[in-house]
């Protein structure tokens, strides 16, 4: 399978999450700008949205939305636990972080990132991302991962997040269950892996 990424975007998340499953894969770099990959391909004709990430399956199907990819990706993998079994409680908690993820703090950042948004609207945006951070540190007390002991794919999502709060510098030194998380996370070789292969 193949997936289409750019360095340091929310494609990071799946990626993670492939070396996290051990599975075979190929990264093909995309310039989100001129919709182009690596390749000189017209991404435009590989995933009409011209985002990324997107996973190309040897069957030819395409998959995007970050957390169908690393839901699917972790049904590739089922001895790795990387999702509760659809029968515990515990899916339907992962489930939930994931939308949070998507839609509060992702999502969050979009104004950040847009050169149009006036300063007001930034700092708005960064005013209620620290209180979202705040509040998922709050829900990190005495657990290592989101859901406790067991690592899942929404830490990964999480983890990516979090990169762009620091490289955004919003204030989140201070949350000491998100840096222990963020410690945690980046002791994982997949997560190592994933972010010297984007370095490249
Ligand atoms: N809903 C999509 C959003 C993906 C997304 O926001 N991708 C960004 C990079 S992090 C992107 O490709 N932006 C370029 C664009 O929208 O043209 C998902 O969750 O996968």
């Not at 957390?67 to 992962?94: C, E, H, W």
């Not at 005495?142 to 990169?163: P, S």
């Not at 945690?184 to 972010?195: C, H």
């Amino acid at each position: 399978m193949k997936l289409y990424y750019k360095s340091g975007a929310c494609s990071l998340s799946p990626h993670m999450v492939l070396c996290e499953a051990s599975i075979h894969f190929e990264l093909v770099r995309v310039d989100l700008a001129t919709k182009k990959t690596e390749h000189g391909e017209d991404y435009l004709k590989i995933n009409p949205k011209g985002q990324v990430p997107a996973l190309l399956l040897d069957t030819g199907d395409l998959l995007t939305e970050g957390v169908a990819i690393i839901q699917y990706i972790a049904s590739r993998a089922p001895g790795k636990g990387l999702m509760p079994p659809q029968t515990d409680f515990s899916y339907f908690k992962a489930i939930e972080w994931l939308n949070y993820i998507a839609t509060e703090l992702h999502k969050g950042f979009g104004p950040l990132f847009n050169p149009n948004f006036p300063d007001n609207l930034k700092q708005a945006a960064r005013q209620q991302l620290e209180k979202n951070f705040a509040y998922v540190d709050s829900q990190l007390d005495h657990k290592d991962f989101l859901l406790g002991e067991h690592l899942n794919v929404a830490d990964f999502y999480l983890y990516t997040i979090i990169t762009w709060a620091k490289a955004m510098t919003l204030d989140i030194a201070s949350l000491n269950n998100l840096v222990r998380f963020i410690k945690n996370m980046e002791e994982r070789p997949s997560v190592k892996t994933a972010l010297a292969e984007e370095k490249k």
